[in-house]
């Protein structure tokens, strides 16, 4: 099989397209014949060797994300057969790895993927819903009725983000920084897209929401913009920090003007019966169509340096995923 190796910690450019024998599935374990493979921010930081939640023994293949057909089960396997449609969301721990063109990884990291859904697609799903579903309703505490700003709508996690919002009866406001990224987040539902790369863009939240705030942020990119946040959040408001790239400056005062709580997410903190909840209403919602997965480029398997870097210094709109063939 062809697949991605990492032999050293570095940039992307570790990242080596190679040929290995496929793994084979232990107990409790189903190897999945992939077509398609999620491209993470968070991979990016793992092939550096310094991400706070994972350092990877060496070699190792990136990805926890894709979809495929299931053509081997381990011992004690009963949940799951070959030839099931799946989708790879492989997290706890365990996976060989899923920037490759099969991967092992335990059977409770598999689900059914819709026939409703390509392999692209099934590769959207994993961590980005998953981090979607946690930041809005574990950690965010949404509920309907409430105001939803989320900000950097247009990426991986922004679209589930604003999809799973719209469908739980919040009033969703998205931002993105592109004319494709505003159609991209209205076209899902929000009710209101802001350009964020405009000055004094947020002053139109307070007109939106006749002056109260939102009661929720969904943050993807805190180092630019946490600061900026707390002049569209509401009294006692909460903001959920998903990504940053940086350190977070912020004036702590406005913590105590709006009794607002930060609160991050990270899905390596969830207990099992967590991600039970969340997989199975992510499962849910595939299924009625609430969540419908957005692919914004594709890559080969070959090129997955190049789809990392893209990832990272680009506008991305949806989802970027690899072709695993």
């Not at 490759?100 to 819709?114: F, I, K, R």
């Not at 990392?308 to 709109?317: D, E, F, I, K």
Request: proline content about 6%; glycine content about 12%; overall charge negative.
């Amino acid at each position: 099989m062809h697949l991605i190796r990492a032999h050293e910690f570095g940039t992307a450019d570790v990242l080596h397209y190679v040929e290995d024998e496929p793994p084979k599935p232990g107990p409790g374990q189903v190897r999945v014949r992939l077509h398609a493979a999620g491209v993470n921010p968070a991979d990016t930081y793992v092939i550096t060797g310094t991400y706070a939640f994972l350092k990877p023994q060496l070699p190792f293949t990136p990805g926890w994300d894709g979809a495929g057909v299931i053509d081997a089960v381990g011992p004690e396997v009963t949940e799951r057969a070959p030839g099931q449609r799946v989708f790879v969301a492989a997290l706890p721990l365990g996976s060989s790895g899923t920037y490759a063109e099969y991967v092992v990884t335990g059977v409770e990291s598999v689900h059914p993927l819709p026939e409703s859904l390509t392999f692209e697609q099934g590769a959207a799903v994993g961590i980005p819903c998953l981090t979607a579903y946690r930041a809005l309703f574990q950690r965010g505490g949404a509920r309907a009725g409430e105001t939803v700003l989320v900000h950097g709508a247009s990426g991986g996690v922004g679209i589930p983000t604003v999809q799973l919002a719209v469908g739980a009866g919040l009033s969703v406001i998205g931002t993105a920084g592109s004319d494709a990224g505003r159609e991209l987040v209205r076209a899902q539902g929000a009710h209101h897209v802001l350009d964020h790369t405009q000055a004094g863009y947020l002053e139109e939240v307070q007109e939106l929401t006749h002056g109260q705030g939102v009661d929720l942020i969904v943050e993807m990119l805190a180092n630019e913009n946490l600061e900026k946040d707390f002049d569209a959040l509401a009294r006692r408001g909460r903001i959920v920090i998903v990504g940053a790239r940086g350190p977070a400056p912020f004036t702590s005062r406005k913590t105590m003007i709006a009794e607002a709580d930060i609160r991050g997410t990270a899905l390596w903190n969830m207990h099992g019966d967590e991600m039970a909840e969340a997989q199975a209403a992510i499962s849910r919602q595939l299924d009625n169509g609430t969540l419908t997965p957005v692919v914004g480029r594709t890559f080969p398997l070959a090129m997955a340096a190049e789809a990392q870097r893209y990832l990272m210094n680009s506008h991305a709109h949806g989802r970027v995923v690899l072709d695993c063939g």
